[in-house]
């Protein structure tokens, strides 16, 4: 896609050498190394090639973590979301909103609320107070390949709890009416507790009240003959009837994809009523509204979330012409019952999916970095602090928004995450590119056909060079180039003073 008819050029002006400053993940005070350039004015084709070669913004401030020196690699991730399927976590926190909006229900006890950032720089964030795009839990398991697994089994231990609770009071229940022997509902008669007789043990004549565990082991135990005998009489099906076309299957066999979920319609006495609005914020990008692209167009947009009239998040996407990426969501914390983090990041890509219609080409969705390497990030007690990256680290659960993909730091070719996690297990920086002999195609070949914006003139490179004034200038310059690839030092002007 080039650049719109009329369109500002790229402007950045690269600073020289890396940056060395405090992690806010391992805490290494000088351990976080990346490399930056301020964007005076960018258009969304260039920021696309950029941030496909592992850089990011922050405001205008656009930068690349130097991946094989910093104490934590960040590596870009994306989501595929054409072929994205909610899982049923996801589910659970639409269907949520759903039953707030519509019956204005809730049980905030239940609910595992978004901790708020902290220690953000206030001249990137202003006075926003930042959001995890994530749920995030209070407990210290560590994420790996396991952690499906792990959360299957938090939700097995707290099903169980549950059970518990609902015997124990199924039983209490049954031995009041046993008590009270009179007939009237339980609501009707004052029930006083009192200590048992010495010496008066169960009534032998009734039948012993049931443990819960051996009603869970009941339950699964006629869940699995249940299943023996559907899988047996769905063979025989196969076997003696004629298949459906794919025109005449049941639509209650379908499974239901996210915009079943988000554009679900609300009853008409609905209590709760959650609107979106969209407007342009403040970015180097930018605007492009091209005829064959979103109807909005492509640069950088704040979503408002209004409920009943007042606003309780804003999302910063960037629309550009290959992807949707999200850059942060803040929002109000009264709010955090409504899981606003997961359930932006699903509007979003449900939003990915929408804009595809129209544009083929859009078909991604980018969630930020995943920083396999640090603790804080393998564990669900992560706040993310760290100065620049207030963007939307999906990639903590990760597995929880597939497919998605990593993109090489070497040779810049997106891999499929499942198989990147092993050598990650090994290695904290890694190349994912498994054939050895690929090397970066945008790798720099001509750096005099690089442009520079001097003295308010545009130049090719070879021009400049003869007007340099110190010897560390062709350096800065070469650095530049290989971090940006030849395509975009062709594109872009680097300002030079």
Same mark, same amino acid.
């Given at each position: 896609?080039?650049?719109?008819? %009329?369109?500002?050029?790229?402007?950045?002006?690269?600073?020289?050498?890396?940056?060395?400053?405090?992690?806010?993940?391992?805490?290494?005070?000088?351990?976080?190394?990346?490399?930056?350039?301020?964007?005076?004015?960018? +258009?969304? *084709?260039?920021?696309?090639?950029?941030?496909?070669?592992?850089?990011?913004?922050?405001?205008?401030?656009?930068?690349? /973590?130097?991946?094989?020196?910093?104490?934590?690699?960040?590596?870009?991730?994306?989501?595929?979301?054409?072929?994205?399927?909610?899982?049923?976590?996801?589910?659970?926190?639409?269907?949520?909103?759903?039953?707030?909006?519509?019956? %204005?229900?809730?049980?905030?006890?239940?609910?595992?609320?978004?901790?708020?950032?902290?220690?953000?720089? @206030?001249?990137?964030?202003?006075?926003?107070?930042?959001?995890?795009?994530?749920? #995030?839990?209070?407990?210290?398991?560590?994420?790996?390949?396991?952690?499906?697994?792990?959360?299957?089994?938090?939700?097995?231990?707290?099903?169980?709890?549950?059970?518990?609770?609902?015997?124990?009071?199924?039983?209490?229940?049954?031995?009041?009416?046993?008590?009270?022997?009179?007939?009237?509902?339980?609501?009707?008669?004052?029930?006083?507790?009192?200590?048992?007789?010495? %010496?008066?043990?169960?009534?032998?004549?009734?039948?012993?009240?049931?443990?819960?565990?051996?009603?869970?082991?009941?339950?699964?135990?006629?869940?699995?003959?249940?299943?023996?005998?559907?899988?047996?009489?769905?063979?025989?099906?196969?076997?003696?009837?004629?298949?459906?076309?794919?025109?005449?299957?049941?639509?209650?066999?379908?499974?239901?994809?996210?915009?079943?979920?988000?554009? =679900?319609?609300?009853?008409?006495?609905?209590?709760?009523?959650?609107?979106?609005?969209?407007?342009?914020? +403040?970015?180097?990008?930018?605007?492009? @509204?091209?005829? @064959?692209?979103?109807?909005?167009?492509?640069?950088?947009?704040?979503? *408002?979330?209004?409920? =009943?009239?007042?606003?309780?998040?804003?999302?910063? #996407?960037?629309?550009?012409?290959?992807?949707?990426?999200?850059?942060?969501?803040?929002?109000?914390?009264?709010?955090?019952?409504?899981?606003?983090?997961?359930?932006?990041?699903?509007?979003?890509?449900?939003?990915?999916?929408?804009?595809?219609?129209?544009?083929?080409?859009?078909?991604?969705?980018?969630?930020?970095?995943?920083?396999?390497?640090? /603790?804080?990030?393998?564990?669900?007690?992560?706040?993310?602090?760290?100065?620049?990256?207030? #963007?939307?680290?999906?990639?903590?659960?990760?597995?929880?928004?597939?497919?998605?993909?990593?993109?090489?730091?070497? +040779?810049?070719?997106?891999?499929?995450?499942?198989?990147?996690? /092993?050598?990650?297990?090994?290695?904290?920086?890694?190349?994912?590119?498994?054939?050895?002999?690929?090397? =970066?195609?945008?790798?720099?070949?001509?750096? =005099?056909?690089?442009?520079?914006?001097?003295?308010?003139?545009?130049?090719?490179?070879?021009?400049?060079?003869?007007? $340099?004034? %110190?010897?560390?200038?062709?350096?800065?310059?070469?650095?530049?180039?290989?971090?940006?690839? $030849? +395509?975009?030092?062709?594109?872009?002007?680097?300002?030079?003073?």
């Amino acid at each position: 896609m080039a650049a719109a008819p %009329g369109a500002s050029p790229t402007i950045v002006e690269y600073f020289e050498g890396e940056d060395f400053y405090r992690c806010g993940y391992c805490k290494n005070e000088t351990g976080s190394r990346s490399n930056g350039m301020w964007a005076h004015s960018m +258009t969304v *084709q260039d920021y696309q090639d950029l941030i496909d070669r592992g850089w990011r913004r922050s405001g205008k401030y656009v930068y690349k /973590p130097v991946m094989n020196q910093t104490c934590c690699p960040q590596y870009t991730i994306r989501c595929r979301p054409l072929h994205f399927q909610p899982s049923k976590s996801h589910k659970k926190v639409l269907k949520k909103m759903f039953k707030f909006l519509s019956k %204005g229900e809730f049980s905030k006890g239940n609910n595992e609320e978004e901790p708020m950032d902290s220690q953000m720089d @206030n001249a990137v964030m202003d006075d926003f107070v930042l959001k995890s795009k994530l749920d #995030i839990h209070s407990d210290h398991r560590p994420l790996g390949e396991g952690y499906n697994e792990v959360i299957e089994n938090e939700v097995e231990k707290k099903e169980e709890k549950l059970e518990d609770k609902k015997t124990k009071e199924l039983n209490q229940s049954h031995a009041q009416k046993e008590k009270l022997g009179s007939g009237e509902p339980s609501s009707s008669v004052k029930v006083v507790a009192s200590a048992p007789k010495p %010496g008066k043990g169960a009534d032998l004549s009734k039948p012993p009240c049931r443990k819960a565990k051996d009603i869970r082991k009941e339950r699964k135990r006629q869940k699995l003959i249940l299943k023996s005998q559907t899988d047996k009489l769905e063979g025989f099906q196969v076997q003696h009837e004629p298949q459906l076309l794919p025109s005449e299957k049941p639509k209650l066999n379908q499974r239901k994809n996210i915009e079943d979920f988000i554009f =679900d319609i609300l009853p008409e006495d609905a209590a709760h009523r959650l609107e979106f609005t969209r407007f342009l914020c +403040t970015s180097p990008l930018e605007m492009e @509204n091209p005829p @064959n692209g979103p109807d909005y167009g492509y640069g950088s947009f704040h979503q *408002q979330y209004w409920l =009943d009239g007042k606003i309780i998040a804003v999302g910063v #996407i960037d629309v550009l012409p290959y992807c949707v990426s999200s850059v942060y969501l803040y929002y109000d914390p009264d709010y955090s019952f409504l899981s606003l983090g997961v359930y932006s990041a699903l509007r979003e890509i449900a939003f990915t999916r929408q804009l595809h219609e129209k544009t083929s080409q859009l078909s991604y969705y980018y969630m930020g970095f995943y920083i396999h390497s640090c /603790p804080k990030m393998r564990y669900k007690e992560w706040i993310p602090h760290l100065l620049f990256l207030s #963007i939307s680290l999906l990639a903590f659960l990760v597995g929880q928004y597939r497919p998605s993909d990593l993109l090489c730091p070497e +040779t810049y070719v997106w891999v499929p995450i499942e198989q990147c996690l /092993p050598a990650l297990e090994s290695s904290k920086y890694c190349r994912f590119n498994q054939d050895a002999k690929a090397v =970066d195609e945008e790798r720099i070949k001509e750096l =005099d056909r690089l442009r520079v914006l001097y003295k308010r003139t545009i130049m090719p490179y070879n021009v400049y060079k003869k007007r $340099q004034k %110190g010897p560390s200038d062709e350096a800065i310059v070469q650095q530049y180039a290989d971090l940006v690839g $030849q +395509t975009c030092s062709e594109r872009m002007l680097l300002f030079r003073s």
